[in-house]
């Protein structure tokens, strides 16, 4: 609350929100689980000519799959080349959390598939998320596919790949 009182605060004290203060103030509201108005500071970049980055743009998506809103976190990726901004690791990993979460195990696969269209590596955390997606899915095979596939990429798997595998 305070980074965004500190936001609204700034023009009375004559000094211009950039691109850092609003990365801020949406990562504080990804923090304090403020999913909307993490959202709205993003879009608001826009009006006050600021361009967002990816920074704001995973900020944003992470604030939204910590809040259970997969559909959120899942068109925000799918913005960020209108925002002409490239999707990261980090930004498709919180969306194929947000989809892990919601028990949507089938669009955690195509995210983590997309990923190569991206010319982005899935990497443990995006592996172990997709996983965890399966085994709560009741798809036990495809969470040892996945689990196999790490290996083949070089991948080290962890206590969390195992046993969100095998429960």
């Known amino acids: 609350k305070l980074a965004l009182a500190l936001l609204n605060y700034m023009p009375d004290m004559t000094v211009k929100p950039d691109q850092i203060s609003y990365n801020a103030a949406i990562s504080s ?4 689980g403020e999913w909307q108005l993490a959202v709205a500071l993003l ?16 900020a944003a998506i992470s604030a ?10 899942l068109s925000l990726l799918r913005q960020m ?13 919180a969306a194929i ?14 995210l983590l598939s997309d990923m190569s269209s991206m010319n982005l590596s899935p990497d443990k955390i995006s592996c172990n998320a997709a996983i965890s997606a ?15 596939y790490m290996s083949g990429v ?12 095998i429960s």
């Open 154 to 165: 070089r991948l080290a798997a962890d206590e969390i790949s195992y046993s969100a595998s």
């Open 81 to 93: 080349p209108d925002m002409k901004l490239e999707p990261k690791e980090i930004s498709c990993n």
């Open 134 to 148: 399966c085994q709560k899915g009741g798809q036990w095979q495809l969470a040892v596919r996945l689990l196999s």
């Open 43 to 58: 879009f608001n970049m826009h009006g006050r000519l600021l361009e967002a980055d990816g920074i704001s743009c995973s």
């Open 29 to 32: 509201c990804e923090k304090g």
């Open 97 to 110: 959390s947000a989809c892990e979460k919601a028990g949507k195990w089938q669009l955690a696969l195509i």
């Open 64 to 73: 939204c799959e910590k809040q259970g809103q997969w559909q959120v976190a």
